[in-house]
């Protein structure tokens, strides 16, 4: 009889240990996760293959360079100016490495709010809910991203994802260093529902003529 009480007792304790257990994800760290599978994160895993073409537009002509990424065996190809390099982008060389900052560059204008997911181990988050955007004035939600002070191209900056109630982000703001200013303001545009992704093929700078875009998706 006693052995019987004893088991109820501790079954009670982990009953009421588990339910007072918290949430591991904070509530930041859950809108990540749902702005990255919005855009199309768990699509992106069956990916074969992404090519794409990136371009500033710009007054005396626009500048563009090709991609063509294996998602599966990390190859890279970059098409520019009838210059065409492969590599792996997981095993570089002192020559790849200058390359694949390019990559890494127009990688993120494409997929931005993919690295949300990639990135979760390497930067903080914190949520700011109806703020008021910096390009087109919206009232939308703020997701922050800090990255750590290590690794990487450029450490220590941070990214602000505005988004909406349907996790669709609508501008995203860049800060160098973590500054208070902002160092770039783009405004998505154009979306394209492609393979299971969702990607802006148009980011116009706030307050300027010119603008970054994205053509030719390929998706295997």
């Known amino acids: 009889m006693k052995k019987f009480f004893l088991f109820l007792i501790l079954a009670s304790l982990t009953l009421v240990s588990c339910a007072e257990k918290p949430d591991t994800l904070s509530k930041a760290q859950l809108r990540a996760q ?3 599978k919005a855009h199309g994160i ?6 074969n293959q992404i090519a794409f073409t990136w371009g500033v537009a710009r007054e005396g002509g626009n500048f563009e360079r090709r991609w063509i990424w294996n998602t599966q065996e990390d190859l890279v190809t970059r098409i520019a100016q009838k210059d065409t390099v492969t590599y792996n982008w997981k095993a570089l060389d002192s020559v790849s490495n200058e390359i694949n900052k390019g990559f890494i560059n127009d990688k993120y204008w494409l997929v931005a709010p993919l690295q949300l997911e990639w990135d979760k181990e390497s930067y903080e988050v914190s949520l700011e809910e109806n703020v008021v955007s910096l390009g087109n004035e919206e009232v939308l939600d703020k997701l922050t991203i800090t990255y750590g002070n290590e690794g990487g191209y450029t450490p220590g900056d941070a990214y602000d994802f ?3 109630d349907t996790n669709t982000v609508r501008e995203w703001v860049f800060r160098r260093g973590a500054a208070e200013e902002a160092s770039i303001v783009s405004i998505c545009e154009d979306y394209l529902s492609l393979g299971g992704l ?6 116009q700078r706030a307050g300027q003529d010119g603008y970054l875009y994205l053509t030719d998706i390929q998706i295997e």
């Open 34 to 36: 749902a702005v990255a």
């Open 42 to 47: 768990d699509a992106f895993n069956t990916l």
């Open 198 to 203: 969702l990607i802006a093929q148009r980011h």
């Open 162 to 164: 505005y988004i909406d």
